[in-house]
């Protein structure tokens, strides 16, 4: 059974940073592409980022470009996503995906999702 | 960005066919996917490729793309379905894009 899990979310203030991390079990890790997926309050779903099984391809949403880092450590199984210069508008639950295939963008959808994790960025 | 456009709510009664449509520009060539999101839970999965059904999901549940325009469609709709609806695609560049979620009402 695909499970993943997320952890890191919290409360930070503007311009701080933060790092989410999804443990997976239940499947080949490095088999497939990992995305993350974020829900403001009320709101509905936006892609953020994903990766590619073997790590070496990644994409963002213009909106999180140059602040936010996907990556993921396939020993672990863990997918990690290091968000900085952090603003009001990045409050969201994030939700970490498993992807249908391995490669990062074409033809791939979300096929298992975590729980989430929220992050408030308030001062 | 590219745009999918739901209607933001549907309302249906018990047993009633809920139909949930999902226009974009890129959907003659690419496959339309479709998440079921219940209240403080995760999206699920429902509907990938058009009209395929993940295992577990149940028949009543149905997908179909035409053109500019793919759809949802619940035959009997039951209370516990009762949920937000969310097509997912991608443009031609292959950017991926969610609809802004239809609101299903079963009473």
């Known amino acids: 059974e695909v499970q993943l899990l997320e952890s890191g979310g919290g409360l930070v203030q503007p311009g701080g940073s933060l790092r989410l991390s999804c443990a997976a079990s239940?499947?080949?890790?490095?088999?497939?592409?990992m995305s993350w997926v974020r829900q403001a309050p009320g709101e509905g779903l936006e892609w953020v980022s994903v990766?590619?099984?073997?790590?070496?391809?990644?994409y963002y949403a213009d909106s999180v470009k140059g602040r936010f880092t996907i990556s993921r450590d396939s020993s672990k199984n863990i997918l990690y996503l290091q968000m900085n210069s952090l603003r009001a508008e990045d409050t969201a639950v994030y939700y970490c995906?498993?992807?249908?295939?391995?490669?990062?963008?074409?033809?791939?959808?979300?096929?298992?999702w975590g729980q989430g994790t929220l992050v408030i960025v308030s001062s | 960005s590219y745009e999918l456009t739901q209607p933001p709510s549907v309302s249906v009664s018990p047993g009633q066919a809920a139909r949930i449509a999902c226009s974009g520009d890129?959907?003659?060539?690419?496959?339309a996917y479709w998440y079921q999101q219940k209240s403080g839970q995760a999206p699920v999965l429902v509907i990938y490729?058009?009209?395929k059904r993940p295992s577990g999901i149940p028949e009543r549940f149905s997908g179909s793309s035409s053109g500019t325009m793919a759809t949802l469609t619940i035959s009997g709709a039951q209370v516990e379905d009762e949920a937000d609806y969310y097509c997912?695609?991608?443009?031609?560049?292959?950017?991926?894009?969610f609809g802004g979620g239809t609101k299903l009402t079963v009473l």
């Open positions: 490729e058009d009209s």
């Open positions: 890129a959907l003659p060539k690419k496959y």
């Open positions: 239940g499947f080949t890790f490095s088999n497939y592409a």
């Open positions: 997912y695609s991608t443009d031609s560049s292959g950017n991926p894009s």
């Open positions: 990766i590619s099984g073997s790590g070496g391809s990644t």
């Open positions: 995906a498993k992807e249908s295939g391995i490669a990062a963008g074409g033809n791939e959808y979300f096929q298992h």
